[in-house]
């Protein structure tokens, strides 16, 4: 099993709609829990952050982490077209000495 | 602007060359690592830096090699460049204590080989 599991999709839904996006980890380890996203040709951008389980908000992106079934969703309101973009999870830890693992991405279409 | 600098942008080499990908980061990260993504792999770890003269291997190794002789700079060098290395190259540069958190992204080098 792979450390991170994710669906790359793609995925494409209408202006207006609610999307989610999903991961599984197999790493019992992690404690923080990381979405990125990366536009078309650019490289990825830190867009939310959370540590250990729970819910965390801002503005129209929710991020859920579900320790104990190692679940962790990335949720998007009222989708617009600049949502339109690939989503990445990362599951990290305090441990020294190791680097950020990622999921393969999935890729968001968001039509007008 | 403070941040992570990838040089070249795009390369494109020829099957048996080297090269070296540059990348800097001003921001005094202790932790830096590459990363190729490709389509349907997502990013894919091949080496990474805890800090100056200490490297480790990542997921995807073979074929590329590391140094960190200071806390700004983690090149990554092409031994023998084979068709199989054609990918997006990704430089990022964190802070250890905040785990994933303060990871930061270069723009990426595309590379091609023939």
């Known amino acids: 099993q792979k450390e991170v599991e994710q669906d790359p999709g793609p995925l494409s839904v209408p202006e207006g709609a609610i999307v989610s996006l999903n991961c599984t980890y197999s790493?019992?380890?992690?404690?923080?829990f990381m979405w990125y996203r990366q536009y078309s040709r650019k490289g990825p951008e830190l867009l939310m952050y959370t540590y250990s389980s729970g819910n965390k908000e801002d503005g129209r992106f929710t991020a859920q982490v579900d320790k104990s079934s190692k679940y962790i969703s990335l949720f998007i309101r009222d989708s617009q077209p600049s949502d339109s973009a690939t989503y990445l999870c990362?599951?990290?830890?305090?441990?020294?000495?190791?680097?950020?693992?990622f999921g393969k991405g999935t890729t968001l279409s968001v039509s007008s | 602007n403070a941040g992570v600098t990838q040089t070249p942008k795009f390369q494109v080499l020829k099957t048996g060359q080297s090269m070296t990908l540059q990348c800097a980061q001003d921001m005094n990260h202790e932790y830096m690592s590459w990363y190729r993504q490709d389509p349907g792999m997502g990013l894919r770890l091949i080496h990474y830096?805890?800090?100056?003269?200490?490297?480790d291997q990542g997921e995807v190794p073979n074929g590329y090699n590391v140094s960190r002789s200071t806390t700004e700079d983690f090149p990554l060098r092409l031994l023998s460049a084979a068709p199989s290395q054609t990918s997006v190259y990704f430089c990022?540069?964190?802070?250890?204590?905040?785990?994933?958190?303060?990871?930061?992204f270069g723009s990426g080098t595309r590379l091609t080989v023939v």
């Open positions: 990362a599951p990290g830890s305090n441990q020294a000495g190791t680097a950020l693992i």
């Open positions: 790493n019992s380890a992690f404690q923080y």
């Open positions: 990022a540069s964190s802070y250890h204590d905040r785990g994933g958190y303060g990871y930061t």
């Open positions: 830096s805890v800090g100056a003269g200490i490297t």
